[in-house]
């Protein structure tokens, strides 16, 4: 009868596969009480090889991994191992080619992926090779400390259990050592991505104190001298670098948004101490009276404010239970955190800001606490607190590197400013939302310009006033009202509107010329005398009634003698084209113009004479050329003789050609006593315009003048903005959509029942 057989001896077979030649596999019995360090000396005895410690023994079915002592219970009788080399041994191989050709790398990196799902394997990668070279503060090779770095991210990623063994080992001054040592932005990349890896799998207490650990000064002053400050947006490791320090920045700021979404509890004692030490602090400088009585803004009268309406004074709007304003997240708790880290740190400005506030109107206070909530609000919105960051974000700032409370201390400085610009805005509380608004944009645009300290923040946004926004603002319309101008369809409704407007600017001169117009006409043989003409339309348009006047009458329609009839008129001529213009061509057409000047130089049109150094010439008087014949005593009797003498200075007399705003109407004579062309002199620009335009009008001519072109492009932009206020918000296309294609059938009539 055979021995029984020992329960704890299992019979199995292990088969070599370290080595490239394949002896005859191991069959054999293995005690489970044995340890397997004695079991694997056996076997490398049994197949003379070297270095047992090298070797290891993994399973082959169901899933490879290797043996140890924790899961060496599963074996069983009939199993078969392998004996491969050891997970250390394995990690050697593995970093060793990473530092080879391409094709030893890709080989390493494939088998690192095949073996990366052994926990074994995993945990001795990390801790003796791929750690020990993170954590060595000596110098190391480059290559290898940025694939260590890498392969640690990665495991950090893409598995929670063997995060927690890098964890263990890998602590934020060891990796900032290689950020305060190593000055290659590869490098520095590789720590801040492991960072921001470490921080995102982490647990939320955990996260808490890594990111306390990188805002103190210690790690903040690394992180500011050494990445943030030396590399920007634009340099030649810019893209990497700048994405991980915005996802480094992002999380850092996220870590405000618990307090953002906490809202206040009535039971929260620590919260209502707060609120009452805001009250506290205010009164005790309301008692001592900060500001003294020239301090106080001249034309406000000072008043103590009563104890019942100190919340008030405040800024509360619940001011009988403050706690109440709390409740709305966000911002939640975080407004009163940064309420009282102000009233706090920054007790100077909190006193001034809540005492000038207590000394004006009611309707002209700014409201300290509704102002910090909806402020507290704002910053969360545009530095996107609690906001997942992006993978294509790039935009860091520096200025949140370089302060331990950047964001309470960000709201310290634009409290101040809301304060500033509602001052500046005469703001009542009715106007609290447009100053939010504008404080928004100061505080958008200030951030854009990436200040690189909160200080250099603080003169960028003070000085960057309400004038200066409300003139962006105004630019920026226009602008986006001649961009939106521009498009395809919008010029097809100016091409369909233009005829219409047309036709009401044509009706409007036409209604001037009916009102009629004085006109002024150069008397005939005598120099500088005038008369005057009334001229206006018919009711029915057909006849211009016009005939001579005094200076001071205004004719009825009834009074004008003289008439032409519309359908007589040939052309309305201009200018230079005028008959009463062409029979004065042999005398001057010329303007006088008279300046005081010294002589050297040249001026435009003048004799060889200029003005005083640095200046131009004192224009003294123009006037029409028929002065010629007067002598120069004559025109200069109206001035100081004694001062002109005294100046030492030379008359400076230069002509340009005289521009008058006349016109004529040409029609066929219809009696003896008519002339064929009746002439007019404008006594102004405008009169001028509507008259050539009115009378060209009349003869269905285009209406020539700037001021119709003018008049045409206000009305149309009035016109299409008023069409476009249902549109606001809608993109414009840039063509239009296309026409579907008919239905199969027409069938789909409705029939009533």
Same mark, same amino acid.
């Given at each position: ?7 704890? $001896? ?70 078969? !191992? ?59 090779? $480059? ?25 263990k080992h890998i602590t934020i ?35 808490? &104190? ?39 920045? @992002? ?39 900060? !500001? ?61 800001? $809540? ?10 206070? &700014? ?24 993978? @294509? ?198 303007? !006088?113009h008279v300046f005081l000047g ?102 269905? @001519?285009?209406?020539?003048?700037? @001021? ?41 009539c409705y029939q009533l029942p």
């Amino acid at each position: 009868m055979a021995p029984p057989r020992d329960s704890n $001896v299992v019979k199995l077979a292990v088969e070599m596969r370290a080595l490239d030649t394949k002896p005859v596999p191991f069959l054999g019995g293995f005690s489970l009480q044995d340890p397997l360090a004695a079991f694997i000396l056996e076997l490398c005895a049994h197949w003379k090889v070297e270095h047992p410690d090298h070797f290891a023994l993994q399973y082959t079915d169901p899933s490879v991994y290797y043996v140890t002592e924790k899961n060496r219970s599963k074996i069983k009788d009939g199993t078969v !191992l392998h004996l491969v080399f050891s997970a250390g041994k394995t990690a050697d191989d593995i970093l060793h080619k990473l530092r080879k050709t391409s094709e030893e790398r890709k080989e390493a990196l494939e088998k690192l992926v095949r073996m990366s799902g052994d926990v074994t394997f995993a945990n001795e990668f990390i801790r003796r090779k791929v750690a020990s070279y993170v954590n060595y503060h000596g110098s190391v090779d $480059v290559r290898t400390l940025n694939s260590s770095l890498t392969i640690l991210e990665n495991i950090v990623i893409n598995s929670q259990t063997k995060y927690l063994v890098v964890e263990k080992h890998i602590t934020i001054a060891k990796l900032l050592h290689h950020i305060s040592n190593n000055k290659k932005g590869e490098i520095q990349q590789a720590v801040l991505a492991l960072v921001n890896a470490m921080i995102q799998k982490s647990e939320p207490q955990k996260r808490k &104190c890594w990111c306390n650990t990188l805002t103190s000064r210690q790690y903040r002053t690394i992180l500011s001298n050494n990445v943030v400050l030396p590399h920007g947006e634009n340099s030649s490791v810019g893209s990497d670098l700048a994405h991980q320090l915005y996802v480094l920045q @992002q999380l850092l700021l996220n870590q405000y948004e618990e307090r953002m979404n906490t809202s206040m509890d009535v039971n929260d004692q620590d919260a209502t101490e707060k609120i009452k030490e805001l009250r506290k602090i205010a009164l005790s400088l309301m008692e001592s009276n900060i !500001l003294s009585p020239e301090q106080v803004p001249s034309g406000i009268t000072p008043r103590r404010p009563e104890y019942k309406k100190e919340y008030k004074k405040l800024g509360f709007k619940n001011d009988i239970n403050p706690a109440q304003d709390f409740k709305d997240t966000p911002p939640g708790m975080l407004a009163l955190d940064n309420m009282i880290y102000f009233a706090r740190n920054h007790s100077d400005q909190y006193a001034k800001l $809540v005492l000038e506030n207590c000394y004006r109107a009611d309707s002209h206070e &700014c409201p300290f606490g509704r102002a910090s909530i909806e402020l507290t609000k704002l910053l969360c919105e545009v530095l996107k607190i609690g906001d997942v960051p992006t993978e @294509q974000g790039q935009s860091y700032h520096a200025m949140f590197f370089s302060f331990d409370y950047v964001f309470e201390e960000l709201f310290s400085i634009c409290i101040v400013l809301l304060n500033k610009t509602w001052k500046e805005m005469k703001a009542t509380t009715e106007d609290f939302s447009k100053v939010v608004s504008v404080v928004k944009e100061q505080i958008k645009r200030s951030i854009l310009k990436q200040p690189p300290t909160l200080e250099e923040f603080r003169k960028a946004i003070n000085n960057l006033t309400y004038a200066e926004i409300a003139e962006i603002w105004r630019q920026e319309r226009l602008n986006n009202e001649e961009q939106e101008m521009q498009a395809p369809p919008i010029k097809e409704l100016r091409r369909s509107l233009m005829p219409d407007i047309l036709e009401l600017i044509q009706q409007h001169r036409l209604r001037y010329l009916v009102e009629g117009t004085k006109f002024k006409i150069l008397a005939r043989g005598v120099r500088l005398k005038y008369n005057f003409r009334y001229c206006r339309l018919s009711p029915n348009h057909k006849f211009l009634h016009y005939d001579d006047c005094d200076e001071k009458s205004v004719p009825s329609l009834d009074e004008l003698g003289k008439k032409i009839s519309i359908v007589d008129i040939k052309s309305v001529v201009t200018g230079k084209d005028c008959p009463h213009m062409k029979e004065k061509s042999g005398s001057s057409t010329h303007c !006088l113009h008279v300046f005081l000047g010294l002589p050297s130089g040249r001026r435009p049109g003048t004799s060889n004479l200029t003005a005083l150094p640095n200046a131009s010439p004192s224009l003294l008087f123009k006037c029409s050329n028929h002065l010629n014949r007067l002598t120069l005593s004559t025109v200069l009797s109206s001035f100081n003789p004694h001062s002109l003498a005294t100046s030492s200075l030379h008359l400076l007399i230069c002509e340009e050609e005289s521009c008058q705003p006349c016109f004529s109407v040409l029609h066929d004579s219809s009696g003896i006593s008519e002339t064929n062309s009746v002439d007019f002199v404008a006594p102004d620009e405008k009169n001028y315009n509507y008259w050539v335009d009115g009378l060209n009008a009349l003869l269905r @001519q285009r209406m020539p003048s700037q @001021q119709t072109a003018a008049d045409l492009e206000t009305l149309l932009n009035m016109e299409i903005k008023l069409r476009l206020l249902d549109a606001e918000g809608v993109t414009i296309p840039s063509s239009q959509p296309p026409i579907p294609p008919p239905p199969p059938n027409y069938s789909f009539c409705y029939q009533l029942p």
